[in-house]
């Protein structure tokens, strides 16, 4: 699988099935309940995962206010310490032979990925490759340009440990954003230097359908409906991402090849177990802020 995407929903407004990634039925409750295409997560010997410090490095594509980025920044923010990335801490890295990867560890060793997840730096990109992106894919495409380009600027450090995360604004449409997924993520395995990359855009680019269609709402917890609803995709990602950065060469997965987040895709967006307030949803809290994200495959209770 050379990268993972989670999957754009089809229009909620226009009252159409939902076609995700993984297949979803509608449950009797008349909420759409998670069908898993094959629940057992698995883990594949002497590929990597992130146990180190994972560095966060921001490319704000477009146009981006300080209100918009604060929301994101809370968020990330947090994340290490949320219940949520304390599943994602149960997936790990293990060795049976020994290695010339920098990232390898010795042989029988476990290596968890790490809860020390933090903002490493930050950059404004006003459209460098312009506001229709083509599809990226591992090394090619404007995505990787992108984070390249800034690399070789220096204006972000080239991290071994980073994660670059390309955050596409409201005017931004990237390859088929706006119809068959809500973001990506993937590496430039294979290349020097080689970097682990995501890209998350905001769905309001494609109207309200594709905010609704990236599992988010009109009336939101922080008042940005787009913004919002790029927050659930962005910790799928991220957590796809930490558990499997190199997707050339699969480290976690199930029989079908879906990743941890795939495997939750969407579920408690909209569950009866998140609270309402104030006209909006949301289930976590952290920074002062309330977010509405999906949850994440726990690899050892199998739920």
Not at 49 to 56: A, F, P, R, V
Not at 64 to 77: P, S, V
Not at 133 to 156: A, F, M, R, W
Not at 281 to 300: M, S
Request: aromatic share 10%.
């Amino acid at each position: 699988m050379i990268f993972n995407s989670l999957v754009l929903t089809t229009s909620l407004l226009a009252g159409t099935v939902l076609a995700t990634d993984p297949p979803r039925e509608e449950s009797q409750n008349g909420y759409f309940g998670l069908n898993p295409v094959a629940p057992n997560m698995q883990h594949v010997l002497n590929t990597r995962s992130m146990w180190e410090d994972m560095n966060l490095y921001l490319i704000w594509y477009g146009q981006w206010a300080a209100a918009d980025k604060a929301i994101i920044t809370d968020f990330l923010g947090g994340l290490g310490n949320s219940d949520f990335w304390g599943i994602e801490q149960k997936y790990f890295q293990l060795y049976d032979q020994s290695s010339t990867n920098p990232h390898a560890t010795p042989v029988g060793v476990k290596k968890y990925v790490t809860k020390n997840v933090k903002i490493g730096g930050q950059v404004d990109d006003a459209w460098s490759q312009g506001k229709v992106l083509g599809t990226s894919n591992g090394n090619s495409g404007p995505i990787p340009k992108i984070v390249g380009n800034h690399v070789k600027d220096k204006s972000l450090p080239n991290d071994p440990n980073g994660f670059y995360i390309v955050l596409g604004d409201s005017q931004t449409v990237e390859g088929n954003s706006c119809s068959q997924y809500c973001g990506y993520h993937t590496s430039t395995y294979g290349s020097n230097p080689d970097l682990v990359y995501t890209y998350v855009g905001n769905p309001a680019a494609c109207g309200p359908n594709g905010v609704i269609g990236c599992g988010g709402n009109l009336i939101t917890p922080n008042g940005n409906a787009g913004v919002d609803a790029m927050l659930s995709p962005l910790a799928h990602e991220l957590a796809e991402g930490g558990s499997n950065p190199d997707t050339a060469v699969s480290g976690w997965n199930n029989p079908d090849g879906y990743e941890n987040g795939d495997n939750c895709a969407y579920s408690n967006l909209w569950s009866q177990e998140t609270t309402r307030s104030c006209g909006f949803y949301y289930n976590q809290e952290w920074n002062g802020r309330k977010y509405h994200i999906q949850q994440l495959w726990d690899p050892e209770t199998h739920s």
